[in-house]
């Protein structure tokens, strides 16, 4: 990737050169002299240092592909990490009294995600719970299920919204298990 890279800027600085030295010969045309004169006035001043000038043209010479490479390869070369950076608004300093007292008060927010553990079952309901958790758990065959069930307390769904959970633990409940919401 790093070869990769040095040979497409090394091609692209001798573009620019190229065209740096092509400059005069392309303002005597007609056809360029109106274009030439536009973007002279709207260009920015060129920078003091030829070689940040260099390093500009071939930049913008690349294609968005090669953009790309260039910044994760940057990256990494420079050990430079990605952080977020936070939204900047000009009210911010002067709003942050009131949200130190909003923290203060900011009940706990309350758990939508739970995790449904079989903690115990009745002896007599153990088939039809058995089948539930076969119904439940993808790709589980009927000997799997048993083990499962028998090898309690055991975490039967993880990540589940609050309603879901709720019906689930209702349905355990019906056939005779013992099912804690965490």
Known sequence: MASRCSTLLCSTSRLASARIALAPLASRSRWLATEAASSSSAAPPPPSD??????????????????????????????????????????????????????VEEKPKEKTIFNLKLQSFDAAAKPKIIREVKALIPNLTLIDAKK???SVPQVLKE????????????????????????
């Open 50 to 103: 030829p070689k940040i000038g260099r390093i500009v043209d071939d930049i913008s010479g690349l294609t968005l592909l090669q953009a790309a490479d260039l910044v994760t390869l940057l990256k990494s070369r420079l050990n430079i990490q990605e952080i977020t950076m936070p939204a900047a608004s000009a009210a911010a300093p002067a709003a942050a009294a009131p949200v130190e007292e909003a923290a």
């Open 159 to 182: 990540n589940m919204p609050k309603e879901d959970a709720e019906k689930l633990k209702a349905v355990l409940e019906k056939l005779g298990a013992v099912v804690v919401l965490e």
């Open 148 to 150: 499962f069930v028998e």
